[in-house]
């Protein structure tokens, strides 16, 4: 006889739940999304049981290939590095019928018998789990030892049926190479639902079809979550995850990596770099000779993004001075967002740079040629060097303060900006640069011979103090 309780543990097994296990997460929402709802909490039994048939049968196809390089058979490379050694593609499978293959497939993706439950909860969710699960089911998991969230002696997590489902559902959800494979995850559920959505409707045509993907460049995986992240609508709300791993049989050094964005980067390069001419812009001051710029733009977004306002600015003072173009007033508002939307750093702090560099492009734009500019942009190279000028020329406005100015060319508020050893000095000195470029722009300053002096600065080998890294933190202060 079914009694209420029974029925209640029954839908439980058929109703997908977020866990804190972020790639539970991703293969839930690429299930959700497989069920064609767009949060979990839509899905209908039927709907679970209908999408949970629809991984089943992709894979039932893939089994009955004769190799991973038939025709078709992407998914079946694939599956290695998701479900090594599962029914789908053992290698033993070659040796059995047709049916005996179907029938193996689909016991694998159906749920244990209730008598076969193990009595316990399910390590992610709390409901009843319904059997064990190791490597063969979930990624990353070990394949023999004991661990220490389950009972001696059984080689496995204890978990529900839907968790093991949403871990099937995580290859629809993941960036595929038929080798290593990458998801983007965030705590924020709205982003991860739209982004997870999207990758399964790409990757119809590689689990469903099995067409193999392209071929992709450098940083692949780091280039499709920022285009991901660019293509969506709605602000991001928090931080974001792209891991990026295997689950081969064979050991791997390193299964696992996580590169994490903070938020306000993530909103940042979503919100700025959703338009093309910022992207563009970004991307030229990143490309090198034959490099294209976007696979290093996004390397440094998720691995180094503290170089993005270095590079940035870099490119904008290696134009010819004082006469800037389109793409590099662009790229200086660009600096001046990342510096207070990303880096934190106060408005008052900033505008308080801008009025320096005004009394700056004063000094250096009384002479007609770019001599006094050049001078300057010398002294950038060496913390003491831009103090030592900024000194100077402060002396010289004191004894003889240029027309239509009031006050002093340098506060000491500035001066602790620009050269604050334990914090942002070195930023500051890039963004001073930068807004002394642009002031003199606006100002329609335009030295003869700023071409030249321009090319000599790039020429004179030494790279800038400010992208030195044993200078970084204001070191030679
Ligand atoms: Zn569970």
Redesign the pocket.
Known sequence: MTTPVDVDVTAAQARI?L?AHPL?RVGAFALTAIAGCSEPGQMTADGFATAVRRMAEDAVRAALLPSTTAEGAFWLKASGSFFPNSKMNHPSRVRRSRQENIDLVLAWRTMPARECWPGRC??????D?VGYFAKVDVPLAESEQTRNSTPRGHAGLA??????CCFHALPYGCRLTGGQSSAVHSWDDRFLGRVTARQVGTNHRHITLGQPVGKSGGYAAEVEALDRLRGYEDDVLEDIELFVFTNYNVPSPNPLQVHGMEQPLAEWLRRRLGRAADLHAVEAAYSRPGIPGRPLLARDAFRDPTRILQVLTAFIRERPMAALDERCRRLIGLCFSFASEVMGMNDEDVESIRRLARNVATVVGAEPTASALKKYQVAHRRSADLRGWLEREAVAWALKPPADTSGPMVGTAQFRLLFDRDGQGWDYQRLLLIAVLEELDGRGWRPADGATAAREIRDSGEPMAADSNENEGGGDN
Do not use: E, N
């Open positions: 739940v866990t539970q399910c390590v992610l969710c709390g409901r789990a978990l529900c049926w839907p968790c093991v």
